[in-house]
């Protein structure tokens, strides 16, 4: 389990670190940096897949993404008696990302800068500096288990040494993904299967042209898909394998009365929601955006399948706030199976995860908020924080 997520120079989050637990929440006014966040969540799980630059290429590029402050405050701008200006830059133009777990686990630091110059068409793309992996939650020297330094990759061997690999890592790819030789390095692979695991769910479609509305071919889902187009199938699997129980519970929480079946024909499946009172099921395509939407949390959040993390980008969009202590529920359920990340706003929702009766030291809210443009937690100095130092270049 993840114990700590750390930021440097994305965005607004010039130098974060957020304690985790089982059930972190992230809080905060508009503009405070939660999306920021949940997109540096995203980063490291594409820097598994190979994906991290393009990525960033996506948002605009290195240059759009990085923390636009200067690189330190000095107390007197603190304190409001000198304006914001540049100073003396004292370190190379880096974003950094990392993150670390339990004693057990793995942790991993992450540092793409500038481009050396060359005449390749690709000259301006960023690249990947250093890398680390280490075993703990603290890095130490003792503790590492492999190290990047631009293209050269060298792993820890079975006597306490250092072996070099001989391949040069190109400069836009991961460690993590280039380096898949199970026998060489057990713990890059582990890690790397780990991350990839991560699933991520954002705003669902709910418009007439939703994938979620129409009837779906479908096969055995126990993961939903990201666009909802497999959510019957999905609903069929945790019904069939799953959690059934669980399932009927969520939609009787929030609809009372309410159950569902999925109708099956020529291979295609729909969902019919059945509701005290109607003659017939409602259709997914006679379904309200918001009734679509919860449901289609149910399907996610209840999968047989669980991730190691499950991160969930306000999960309240276009929910009646009648629906979101059940949604509340519903996530707390998930938690004790994965561990959950949530970004929101909703206060509802938020008074019902902090009332989810999880041990004190398996759930946190954190609120953020900026000061002179960057992202802090509230209470900062009061988190219990891991160690965390950048690795150096």
Known sequence: MLRALAVANYR????????????????????????????????????????VLSSLAREGGLESVLWAGPESFSAAMLRGEQPV??????LPVNLRLGFVGGADDYGYALDIGLPTPSASVFATDPEIKTEQVWQGPVRRPATLLAERDRGLLRLRSEDGG?????????????????????????????LREQVRAWRFYDHFRSDADAPARQPQLGTRTPVLGHDGSDWAAALATI???????ALDAAVADAFEGARLSIERQDGRFEVCMHQPGLLRPLRARELSDGTLRYLLWVAALLSPRPAPLLVLNEPETSLHPDLLPALGRLIVHAAGHTQVFVVSHARRLLAALEDSGLPADEQLTLALHKRLGETQ???????????WRWPGR
């Open 12 to 51: 607004s989050l010039r130098q974060l670190v957020l304690p985790l637990a089982r059930l972190t929440v992230v809080t905060g006014a508009n503009g405070s940096g939660k999306s920021s966040v949940y997109r540096a969540l995203r980063l490291l799980a594409d820097t598994a897949r190979g994906d």
């Open 85 to 90: 200006q540049g100073t003396r830059r004292l």
């Open 162 to 190: 250092w072996r070099p690999v001989e391949r040069s890592l190109p400069a836009w790819s991961s460690m993590l993904a280039e380096y898949v030789d199970p026998r060489g390095a057990p713990e890059l692979l582990a």
């Open 239 to 245: 019904r069939e394998i799953g959690d059934a129980a």
């Open 377 to 387: 937690a509230e209470g900062g100095e009061h988190l219990d924080l891991p160690a």
